[in-house]
């Protein structure tokens, strides 16, 4: 809640004034902070840690997608530490002078804060073992990707070795990373394996869609639109606990617009049952 409170301020900074200093948010932290709030409802009360994170890397291997959010009830200092290291790794990015009142941590560019990063994370790694440490590795190893590339592909080739949640949260960092590569092929087989699983960590939908993608860049219109058509016709299906339509996910509706670029044809199959957004 401080982080929040903290950036929040940021944003309060007038735009008018020309000489005062403002903070921008990538596409990485606006994401975190909307998931953020939508986990933290989900799981407040549950009486458990949850920790759950989705790492999307792009050919500049930038993180642009994260969750992290765990009960009040715990407060260990292997957790405090590791979510000092995650604060750490989505603070505010600027090049202006640091307003007086802003008090958190903030960085010139971004391979400064994921250098930063990199060290907490590391820290925590070699200090805490168990779960706390496996998931520093992989949060290290994720960071790096902007630092070491190469380095930080084999670190994700181990850690998704290991099974279980970090394993497979690596897998899915390792095919991002493949797919930014252009090593399609192999990026694919990875999203197979992870779709394949009983109980992925990262949704079916996200991991399809990745899929899709790939299968569009590769003229596989065909395998492309059967996934889009899957994603945004379940979407537009699902009903809550009354039995009422549910708004369709940000990946829903991705798929469904490229659905309908790719195939407007086999777009207008789907029912759109959802109600409208209050405007």
Same mark, same amino acid.
């Given at each position: 809640?401080?982080?929040?409170?903290?950036?929040?301020?940021?944003?309060?900074?007038?735009?008018?004034?020309? /000489?005062? !200093?403002?903070?921008?948010?990538?596409?990485?932290?606006?994401?975190?902070?909307?998931?953020?709030?939508?986990?933290?409802?989900?799981?407040?009360?549950?009486?458990?840690?949850?920790?759950?994170?989705?790492?999307?890397?792009?050919?500049?291997?930038?993180?642009?997608?994260?969750?992290?959010?765990?009960?009040?009830?715990?407060?260990?200092?292997?957790?405090? +530490?590791?979510?000092?290291?995650?604060?750490? $790794?989505?603070? =505010?990015?600027?090049?202006? !002078?640091?307003? !007086?009142?802003?008090?958190?941590?903030?960085?010139? $560019?971004?391979?400064?804060?994921? +250098?930063?990063?990199?060290?907490?994370?590391?820290?925590?790694?070699?200090?805490?073992?168990?779960?706390?440490?496996?998931?520093?590795?992989?949060?290290?190893?994720?960071? /790096?990707?902007?630092?070491?590339?190469?380095?930080?592909? #084999?670190?994700?080739?181990?850690?998704?070795?290991?099974?279980?949640?970090?394993? $497979?949260?690596?897998?899915? &960092?390792? +095919? #991002?990373?493949? #797919?930014?590569?252009?090593?399609?092929?192999?990026?694919?087989?990875?999203?197979?394996?992870?779709?394949?699983?009983?109980? =992925?960590?990262? $949704?079916?939908?996200?991991?399809?869609?990745?899929? &899709?993608?790939?299968?569009?860049?590769?003229? /596989?219109?065909?395998?492309?639109?059967?996934?889009?058509?899957?994603?945004?016709?379940? &979407?537009?299906?699902?009903?809550?606990?009354?039995?009422?339509?549910?708004?369709?996910?940000?990946?829903?509706?991705?798929?469904?617009?490229?659905?309908?670029?790719?195939? =407007?044809?086999?777009?207008?199959?789907?029912?759109?049952?959802? =109600? #409208?957004?209050?405007?």
């Amino acid at each position: 809640m401080a982080r929040k409170k903290r950036l929040q301020e940021v944003k309060e900074v007038p735009e008018q004034k020309p /000489k005062e !200093p403002v903070f921008y948010q990538d596409a990485f932290q606006q994401k975190t902070n909307r998931q953020l709030n939508e986990i933290s409802k989900k799981v407040e009360g549950k009486g458990r840690t949850i920790l759950y994170a989705v790492a999307a890397v792009a050919v500049l291997v930038v993180l642009i997608g994260l969750i992290y959010s765990w009960n009040r009830r715990s407060s260990s200092a292997g957790q405090n +530490a590791l979510g000092n290291a995650i604060e750490t $790794s989505i603070a =505010p990015v600027t090049t202006q !002078p640091i307003p !007086p009142t802003y008090t958190g941590k903030a960085f010139k $560019s971004e391979r400064e804060r994921a +250098a930063a990063a990199l060290a907490e994370f590391q820290n925590v790694a070699s200090t805490y073992g168990g779960a706390i440490g496996e998931k520093a590795k992989y949060f290290a190893a994720v960071t /790096k990707l902007s630092i070491d590339r190469n380095a930080a592909v #084999q670190e994700l080739e181990t850690i998704a070795k290991s099974g279980g949640e970090v394993g $497979s949260l690596a897998k899915f &960092a390792l +095919a #991002q990373a493949k #797919q930014g590569d252009n090593k399609l092929d192999e990026a694919v087989a990875l999203y197979q394996e992870l779709a394949a699983a009983n109980d =992925p960590v990262v $949704s079916r939908d996200t991991i399809n869609l990745a899929l &899709a993608t790939i299968f569009e860049k590769q003229g /596989k219109k065909t395998e492309a639109a059967d996934l889009y058509f899957k994603i945004a016709d379940a &979407a537009s299906k699902a009903k809550d606990a009354d039995g009422k339509p549910i708004q369709p996910s940000q990946t829903a509706r991705e798929a469904k617009d490229k659905l309908q670029a790719l195939d =407007p044809a086999k777009a207008a199959e789907i029912k759109d049952e959802t =109600p #409208q957004l209050p405007g």
